[in-house]
């Protein structure tokens, strides 16, 4: 799917020069030889209750527009209560089976290994083995492991969303933390009930909610309204960009800022 027609998604015609025209056709190429790997822009759901969303270059909004083009289930484990800039030691990308990422950081094995509840890749220092690990069986994954002693997950489960928000001309990638999944799920869920629709046939407006929980931390939640109802047209194109961008959201590999840890 070309620049042209995920700007035009986004609600926005993009005049292109001649040039720029033959530097698209020469992209579109190039990215057929796997030149580089495509890195997409990231959205950041705040910390500490901010109602504001942030970009990776720190451009802030408090809401915008975009049609959901891909969602996906994922799993990641940080043995401590911050990420402390580092990726985390086990990931799902499919919130099926999880891998454990050896060789890692040496403080954060020593915190898995002290954890009350041990990654079960960790039993046996001596394995070599770093999965598959099914996530279903984890004892990470189960209700009430959560490092602050509140009622989460250990593992914490999340939501990976390509979006084509308007106006931009690149699909972006946001994280739903634990926090808001049941938000998305509920939205997503009530999007399929009717025929022929889904979650991705509809431009859908982001906003934030402020929560606090009952140890007082304030913390903001994704608040989801369906806006518009998508073309035949844009369907169309929708499901060609589903196609070509489902393998990178489902291998983009979970990054430390992806982590936000509310205790609930």
């Known amino acids: 799917m070309s620049t042209t027609a995920l700007a035009t998604l986004g609600k926005q015609e993009i005049q292109l020069s001649e ?3 033959a530097v698209m056709a ?4 190039e990215d057929e030889r796997k030149a580089f790997e495509f890195m997409p822009p990231r959205i950041k759901l705040p910390s500490g209750g901010i109602d504001m969303y942030v970009t990776g270059d720190g451009e802030a909004f408090k809401t915008f527009d975009a049609i959901v083009a891909v969602s996906q289930m994922a799993r990641a484990y940080w043995p401590t209560k911050s990420a402390n800039g580092l990726p985390p030691i086990c990931s799902s990308p499919d919130s099926a089976v999880g891998w454990l990422n050896l060789p890692a950081d040496k403080d954060q094995v020593r915190a898995a290994v002290a954890a009350p509840i041990r990654h079960p890749g960790l039993l046996d ?3 070599s083995s770093t999965g598959p690990f099914t996530c279903d069986r ?3 994954s189960g209700w009430g492991t959560s490092l602050d002693g509140g009622r989460g997950q250990a593992c914490k489960t999340l939501r990976r969303l390509l979006l084509l928000v308007d106006g931009w001309t690149t699909p972006a990638v946001m994280t739903l933390p634990p926090t808001s999944c049941k938000v998305w799920d509920l939205y997503a869920s009530s999007r399929s009930r009717t025929p022929g629709q889904a979650y991705f046939t509809v431009r859908t407006r982001f906003e934030l909610e402020r929560k606090t929980n009952a140890g ?5 939640v994704v608040k989801l309204v369906a806006a518009t109802p998508l073309t035949d047209e844009e369907i169309g194109a929708v499901l060609a960009i589903r196609t070509q961008y489902s393998d990178l959201v489902r291998n983009l590999a979970i990054e430390p800022a992806e982590y936000e840890e509310v205790p609930f």
């Open 216 to 220: 007082g931390t304030t913390y903001s």
């Open 26 to 29: 020469e992209m579109n190429r």
């Open 125 to 127: 220092l001596n394995a």
């Open 138 to 140: 984890c004892p990470l």
């Open 19 to 21: 040039a720029q025209s």
